[in-house]
């Protein structure tokens, strides 16, 4: 391979590697602290807090306006300016000389005008950072904090599954269970290194670093796949909203049934139909009536996939029935024609859907967006809970050793590095400069894949890094002993560095393979902070066999053919 088409591939290695690392930075050098802290609260925390600050910033303006009418706009409510342009575009009106608050304000036309602008701002700003977070080196539990929920495991819900009192083998084995599910829906849901473990006879405790929405966290601890398809009866339903005309206060009980009993026959119940707002919250629409009896459960799933829909384009989540399932579902929707079904997760109608025929086996819902169409298969495909859980406690914790560990590993990094740099440079001369810019680019890459991958940095992640920095220099020092040996037997400088790269590839091939294929076992059998290592030294290990055998040699015939270097400075006795 040509020179140049090396040098093509290390810049272009080098660009893709900034481009990872770039969130990772963004993130946690040019983002505000406190703009992060927002973004990782529940989605109902960040509509309490956007409309909150769109009413204090424009009660702030309005009174601004009133005091200084020619003040200038605040640099920090710049975003209201090209708004304000927009309208008055619209309204064919000239724009002012200079952007004053009173000239931005009277551009709307209503208070509540450029209240919804100013929410919709925050909200944006705010989500959108939420979305940035799942492209970042996320740090862990030990070093960022993160959530410690702790579930109870209802035991009467076995009993009454078991129709009989469940054996203290049959409890350990449903909460063995629960547990194996949990990992492997946290898993899945892209949440690393979870820490899962048992307290007592029927606790469980998780904690999970970084900072994990709470959102999604209860969507896959507390959905036990319950999802149900009613048929809605819509004569009740229009029975009911007559009923309700006028009335307040609470109307059914907890299982949606009527505390009037008059008003719907028997075998039937209220429930909400929600949607998603624009924070992605679910929000009450109206009321249903629908059978109290499910017409499927959806325990008789077995698959479910995210597709789209091939005429609207949105996602849709496609299921497959078991064989029980499907002849249940057939006879449903055979009786049912020109009905409307109601699908039901965990008590909410969340997509209902007109039945045109009969169905059988495969089932397609709709209603849905991107994100909870994912969450609701993922929870599905692993399986409903064997028992149902009960959260009784659930907290962000700070991190446990915090910035004094962050502090710490980023100085025994740093030392490390400067001791093998200047260690390189004296002892191998310019030949342990060009290992030192291998060994800055390996940081570098292996930094950026770690962002690449979402991984989670805890500190035993940082101890690989540290054991890195150690033995990236490996290869370089077992080539240029090989180039000096090759020197002393009377080579020129590109024979010997020729024959010494040709002859220590075998030995540092043999060396990282072998290291490799104990990183990727400990990444399989080992759980938690194991991985973590496992992870970062594999990165590592090939990052360091990159630039110890493709950068450093493209650097010395470089200097050989380029700079026509006639002496080889790899030692102080090397000419």
Not at 191 to 218: F, H, K, W
Not at 492 to 511: E, L
Request: glycine share 8%.
């Amino acid at each position: 391979m040509s020179k140049r088409s090396r040098l093509f591939i290390i810049l272009l290695v080098v660009a893709v590697c900034g481009a990872f690392l770039y969130s990772t930075f963004n993130w946690y050098f040019l983002i505000p602290e406190e703009k992060r802290e927002l973004s990782a609260g529940s989605r109902e925390q960040i509509r309490e807090y956007a409309i909150k600050k769109s009413s204090q910033v424009l009660k702030t303006l309005q009174e601004l306006a009133l005091t200084e009418p020619e003040a200038q706009l605040p640099e920090e409510y710049a975003f209201l300016k090209d708004k304000a342009k927009e309208y008055y575009k619209s309204a064919d009106r000239s724009f002012p000389e200079t952007w004053t608050v009173t000239a931005v304000l009277s551009a709307f036309t209503t208070r509540e005008e450029a209240a919804e602008i100013l929410e919709t701002h925050y909200r944006e700003e705010l989500l959108g950072l939420k979305e940035y977070q799942g492209k970042i080196l996320q740090l862990g539990l030990d070093l960022s904090g993160g959530m410690s929920i702790t579930l109870q495991a209802d035991m009467d819900s076995l009993q009454e599954r078991l129709e009989r009192t469940p054996t203290r083998d049959e409890r350990d084995q449903a909460l063995d269970q629960v547990m194996e599910i949990l990992n492997n829906r946290i898993d899945r849901f892209g949440v690393t290194e979870p820490s899962i473990r048992r307290q007592g006879d029927d606790e469980i405790l998780i904690e999970i670093p970084g900072a994990a929405d709470p959102d999604r966290v209860n969507s896959f601890l507390m959905g036990k796949g319950s999802l149900k398809f009613h048929i809605v009866d819509d004569a009740a339903t229009e029975t009911w909203n007559a009923y309700k005309q006028g009335k307040t206060g609470i109307l059914v009980d907890k299982n949606g049934k009527p505390l009037d009993p008059e008003v719907l026959d028997a075998g039937r119940i209220v429930r909400g139909f929600y949607t998603k707002d624009d924070y992605g919250v679910d929000t009450y629409v109206r009321d249903l009536v629908i059978n109290q009896e499910p017409g499927l459960d959806g325990n008789h799933i077995v698959e479910a996939q995210v597709g789209n829909d091939p005429v609207t384009g949105r996602p849709v989540v496609n299921f497959i029935l078991d064989r029980e399932g499907g002849e249940i579902f057939f006879q449903l929707t055979s009786a049912h024609v020109e009905d409307t079904l109601a699908i039901v997760l965990d008590d909410k109608i969340k997509a209902g859907a007109r039945i045109s025929e009969p169905i059988r086996e495969s089932v397609r819902m709709n209603g849905f967006d991107r994100k909870d169409a994912t969450d609701l298969a993922t929870v599905l495909r692993t399986a409903a809970m064997p028992v149902e859980l009960v959260v009784n406690n659930q907290q962000s914790i700070g991190a446990s050793l915090g910035e004094d560990s962050i502090r710490q590993g980023l100085r025994a990094i740093g030392l490390g590095f400067i001791c093998v740099v200047f260690f390189m440079a004296l002892y191998y001369r310019r030949s342990g400069i060009v290992a030192d810019i291998a060994l800055i680019l390996n940081l570098f890459f292996i930094v950026a894949i770690l962002s690449a991958f979402n991984l989670t940095l805890t500190l035993t992640s940082i101890a690989g890094l540290i054991l890195t920095v150690g033995m990236a220099v490996d290869a370089n020092v077992i080539i240029f002993e090989r180039i000096k040996e090759e020197h002393r037997l009377g080579k020129t400088p590109a024979a010997s560095i020729k024959a010494g790269y040709r002859k220590a590839f075998q030995t540092i091939m043999d060396a990282n393979i072998t290291t490799f294929i104990a990183a990727i076992f400990l990444s399989q059998l080992g759980t938690g902070p194991i991985q973590g290592f496992a992870y970062t030294l594999a990165v590592g290990i090939v990052s360091s066999m990159f630039t110890a055998l493709f950068i450093t040699r493209l650097i010395f015939d470089f200097g050989l053919d380029v700079l026509h270097t006639s002496k080889l400075r790899i030692g102080w006795r090397v000419r």
